[in-house]
């Protein structure tokens, strides 16, 4: 069953209204009632064509420099020509809910912006065809739909953040905090305005704390002009190139296309640009399990109706403490005598055909020269599930951090980082646990550890 319509929340940020500067903000309490509706009412195949008067019309109105009162003609004059839109589709409109809306809202702004009836029309913009090699890219759609351009007009370059999830499983957040955690069942990654992303994970071997990714839900929520709600399901041994509808873009809107699925390579390599939003998402499947990556603006990854009251979300809040595991103190304990009989009390029991340490070491080093927590992460995925696909997992999350990640000083991490405090509490996330939770994960050892060394 196809999950409900989301409701739409849309910014205050005038370059995102896609209108003149004057005309966005008299406009704003107009179009997300407009917006809404599309949304709750989508309309069935049907000749009405109210959805091209709309696009057309934030097509023309989109990004207006020009001074005030030329910025004033120009907007009437659209109003004019979307007005005589609106009627030439009235007939086969008659029952539909945004039709009405529309033409209400004609006249509304009419009003405001005291633009007579009669008068010229605005020309309607050139249409060239797409470049070659690009056909996937439509050059009419609205400005809107592309949060790049959109964005620059209007403010500083966006800053990008990344999030990434692979193996059994570790979590690297937006704020690039390093976890390896169990969260078995299904857990939220992403939950914002725009789109949520849900992980279903499975134990890795029957009795083991090992889980690993199984399944994994993209919602892209209705957006304004630009894409409708479409669902990405991927799960083990089954990543779809389409999305759930079988469609490989954004619907029928006229921005359609700055939602897409490229399939990389069949059956294990999936991107998915979401131009509207700024974003993409890389979705893999290595071995039997699914590795999830994502670059997106620092702005839509904050982009949340009541940020106190948002249940978890793993990419930003990070893993809660008691589903976390200390993977670096594991492997101080497998890296030291009698490793076979201390696994058992190790906070992630090791599976019975694991690898020995030097031998998990020598193959993740294979992959991952860099002695980073990308490697630590492999040689714990390898002790605890004997799995040599976990290799691969590692090695491709870590390639999908050095295309997406913004700040190539920070491909790797060597050590389990710690927020900044004022960032951390500006997010609302309590610091990254300090090197004294190793001490006490490893102090019910001890008793074992003095049996083994006067042994």
């Not at 304990?333 to 009989?341: L, Q, S, V, W």
């Not at 906070?347 to 070491?361: G, L, R, S, V």
Request: with cysteine.
């Amino acid at each position: 069953m196809q999950p409900p319509r989301e409701r739409l929340v849309v910014t205050g940020r005038a370059g995102w209204m896609g209108m003149g500067r004057g005309a966005a903000r008299s406009a704003l309490g107009f179009w997300p009632t407009l917006a809404f509706l599309l949304c709750s009412f989508p309309a069935a195949t049907s000749p009405c064509k109210i959805l091209k008067c709309n696009s057309e019309f934030w097509s023309a109105t989109a990004g207006s420099q020009s001074q005030v009162a030329d910025e004033a003609r120009e907007f009437c004059a659209a109003l004019r020509t979307y007005a005589l839109c609106t009627r030439r589709t009235a007939r086969t409109c008659r029952g539909d809910l945004a039709y009405h809306s529309a033409v209400h809202g004609i006249e509304d702004l009419m009003s405001q912006h005291n633009c007579s009836k009669d008068g010229p029309t605005s020309q309607p913009r050139l249409r060239t065809l797409p470049p070659p090699g690009d056909s996937q890219e439509r050059s009419d759609s609205p400005e809107i739909c592309h949060y790049e351009k959109s964005f620059h007009k209007h403010a500083a370059t966006p800053n990008y953040t990344h999030c990434g999830l692979f193996g059994d499983p570790h979590l690297r957040t937006f704020t690039d905090r390093f976890q390896t955690c169990k969260v078995q069942g299904a857990w939220p990654l992403i939950d914002n305005n725009y789109l949520n992303v849900q992980v279903t994970n499975t134990p890795v071997l029957p009795g083991s704390a090992a889980t690993a990714t199984s399944k994994l839900t993209i919602i892209f929520k209705n957006f304004q002009e630009c894409v409708d709600q479409k669902v990405y399901q991927a799960e083990m041994d089954e990543l779809p190139a389409a999305f759930a509808d079988g469609s490989k873009n954004g619907g029928d809107k006229h921005g359609a296309n700055s939602l897409k699925i490229t399939e990389k390579v069949s059956g294990q390599h999936v991107e998915i640009q979401a131009k509207y939003i700024g974003t993409t998402i890389v979705v893999r499947q290595v071995g039997r399990y699914l590795t999830f990556a994502v670059r997106m603006p620092e702005e839509v990854v904050n982009a949340v109706e009541d940020r106190d009251s948002q249940g978890l979300y793993l990419c930003l809040r990070g893993c809660p403490l008691n589903q976390q595991i200390d993977f670096q103190a594991f492997r101080a304990n497998a890296e030291g005598p009698g490793t076979r009989r201390q696994a058992a009390a190790s906070p992630a029991p090791a599976a019975p055909d694991t690898f020995p340490y030097e031998t998990a070491a020598a193959k993740c080093k294979e992959k991952l020269p860099v002695e980073d927590l990308y490697y630590q992460a492999c040689v714990f995925d390898l002790l605890t599930t004997g799995d040599v696909n976990f290799t691969l997992a590692a090695y491709y999350a870590l390639e999908d951090v050095k295309m997406l990640h913004s700040n190539k000083d920070r491909l790797h991490l060597y050590e389990r980082t710690q927020e900044p405090p004022d960032r951390a509490a500006a997010a609302g996330l309590s610091p990254a646990p300090r090197p004294l939770l190793g001490s006490l994960l490893l102090l019910p050892m001890l008793p074992g550890l003095l049996e083994a060394m006067a042994a």
